[in-house]
């Protein structure tokens, strides 16, 4: 098989179970919580660290948020099969960077992996992500050029791959929706969220060798997931979140 054919296979293979396999770095995980420690000693720098580490993380989160917001149904999504796409996006987020989405998902990553204040762990995250994201970035346009042709062409030779191009900034064609963007991504803010809570209890326990609780991670936990399960309720019981495509509300 063609190199081209078989970076378009895994590609697609990765795509579809992009989702589950990230969670073969759990194996990373523990093996970076044997000399886990408190810099300098210190509960208090150790809180303001993982505090900076969510902050990154959420500005991740943010970005999927904007762009999910304000792109017409049809161009992204949480499909979890092949690549689909009705129309080309090239406005809004998609007019600094082609994959927005990703790079979301790579600064949600960075902020998940400099919680350990190991700078090996950072870098390894960073290959196996380019590792990972490049065959599906791959497979995905291979997608898109086999469906749109001269059109995506013309659009991803000024279009960065992954280091958004701030000035070829071009308001979306679709208002952005708050409820669109909450409906879409609830669950990505409760994923980050239990995954810095779980990280937070197990680093105290391999630190302390018994199980605690800090109170402002646990708060952060149970205001977060009231809230999930409030919006989840919300989702799937009415359709409050729900906006019609061809609505203008901004809402």
């Given at each position: 098989m063609l190199l081209k054919e078989t970076m378009k296979s895994s590609g697609n293979w990765l795509f579809r179970w992009r989702s589950f396999l990230p969670l073969i770095l759990v194996v990373l995980v523990i093996f970076a919580f044997k000399n886990y420690h408190y810099p300098y000693q210190s509960h208090r720098l150790d809180l303001i660290w993982e505090m900076g580490c969510l902050s990154i993380s959420f500005l991740g989160l943010a970005i999927r948020f904007i762009t999910v917001g304000s792109t017409p149904k049809g161009t992204s999504g949480r499909e979890t099969k092949l690549f689909k796409a009705e129309v080309l996006n090239t406005t809004g987020m998609y007019s600094i960077v082609r994959h927005p989405l990703y790079l979301g998902n790579f600064i949600i990553g960075l902020g998940i992996s400099l919680f350990f204040r190991l700078w090996w762990i950072t870098i390894l995250f960073m290959a196996i992500f380019w590792l990972y994201y490049e065959r599906i970035i791959f497979a995905e346009?291979?997608?898109?050029?086999?469906?749109?042709?001269?059109?995506?062409?013309?659009?991803?030779?000024?279009?960065?791959?992954?280091?958004?191009?701030?000035?070829?900034?071009?308001?979306?064609?679709?208002?952005?929706?708050?409820?669109?963007?909450?409906?879409?991504?609830?669950?990505?803010?409760?994923?980050?969220?239990?995954?810095?809570?779980?990280?937070?209890?197990a680093g105290d326990f391999s630190l302390h060798r018994r199980l605690g609780f800090d109170f402002i991670w646990i708060s952060i936990f149970i205001i977060s997931t009231s809230s999930y399960f409030i919006i989840r309720i919300i989702d799937k019981k009415t359709r409050i979140l729900r906006v019609d495509p061809q609505t203008v509300s901004v809402v």
């Open positions: 346009e291979e997608f898109l050029l086999a469906k749109f042709g001269s059109k995506y062409l013309e659009w991803s030779k000024n279009i960065p791959t992954f280091l958004p191009k701030i000035q070829n900034w071009t308001f979306p064609t679709r208002p952005f929706s708050f409820r669109t963007a909450l409906r879409k991504e609830y669950r990505t803010f409760m994923a980050i969220i239990a995954t810095f809570t779980f990280l937070e209890v």
